[in-house]
């Protein structure tokens, strides 16, 4: 592995974390273009393992990962093990209220990969709180995006320059 490269990796129910992860690639790829945007349904442990640094997007689901996420993290979590101590991470949350339940989940499956998070959790609230707004298309305002936007390009600019 060589070259710094940044897995960005989403599952997204309603569009808000999919435009989360899209902005984010955006903006790491201002910096450098070596990200890769994956699906968490259709990730590879070898996707992984190629990747320098991580950033982990999903929605919270009844105050936790999503199962979609999980299900990547129980894929994952075994091929991997023992193959990307040290390597930086992030995460990006959008939450209906809160997203804390959502990001202590993904600290806890990391821990035993022993990543490194590298930057403070980005969690978007939509403040979706009725089965209709939960269920419903999301919509990420500018200022959130640009945030997303942000992350992506900080943890891009922090594996480039060997930062991280």
Same mark, same amino acid.
């Given at each position: &592995?060589?070259?710094?490269?940044?897995?960005?990796?989403?599952?997204?129910?309603? =569009?808000?974390?999919? +435009?989360? /992860?899209? !902005? $984010?690639?955006?903006g790491a790829r201002a910096v450098?273009?070596?990200?890769?945007?994956?699906?968490?349904?259709?990730?590879?442990?070898?996707?992984?393992?190629?990747?320098?640094?991580?950033?982990?997007?999903?929605?919270?689901?009844?105050?936790?990962?999503?199962?979609?996420?999980?299900? &990547?993290?129980?894929?994952?979590?075994?091929?991997?093990?023992?193959?990307?101590? =040290?390597?930086?991470? +992030?995460? /990006?949350? !959008? $939450?209906?209220?809160?997203?804390?339940?959502?990001?202590?989940?993904?600290?806890?499956?990391?821990?035993?990969?022993r990543l490194r998070r590298v930057?403070?959790?980005?969690?978007v609230c939509l403040d979706a709180?009725?089965?209709?707004?939960?269920?419903?298309?999301?919509?990420?305002?500018?200022?959130?995006?640009?945030?997303?936007?942000?992350?992506?390009?900080?943890?891009?600019?922090?594996?480039?320059?060997?930062?991280?």
């Amino acid at each position: &592995m060589s070259a710094a490269t940044l897995a960005i990796v989403w599952h997204s129910r309603t =569009g808000a974390a999919q +435009a989360m /992860a899209r !902005a $984010a690639a955006a903006g790491a790829r201002a910096v450098a273009p070596a990200v890769r945007l994956l699906a968490a349904a259709r990730v590879r442990p070898d996707e992984l393992a190629a990747a320098t640094g991580y950033l982990f997007v999903c929605p919270e689901n009844l105050g936790s990962l999503s199962g979609a996420m999980k299900e &990547m993290f129980d894929r994952a979590y075994y091929p991997l093990l023992g193959r990307i101590e =040290g390597r930086p991470y +992030a995460t /990006a949350i !959008a $939450a209906g209220s809160d997203g804390r339940g959502a990001e202590a989940q993904i600290d806890r499956i990391v821990t035993g990969w022993r990543l490194r998070r590298v930057a403070e959790s980005l969690i978007v609230c939509l403040d979706a709180q009725t089965p209709a707004q939960i269920l419903a298309p999301k919509h990420v305002c500018a200022a959130d995006l640009a945030r997303s936007r942000e992350l992506g390009a900080t943890l891009m600019a922090g594996l480039a320059m060997g930062v991280f």
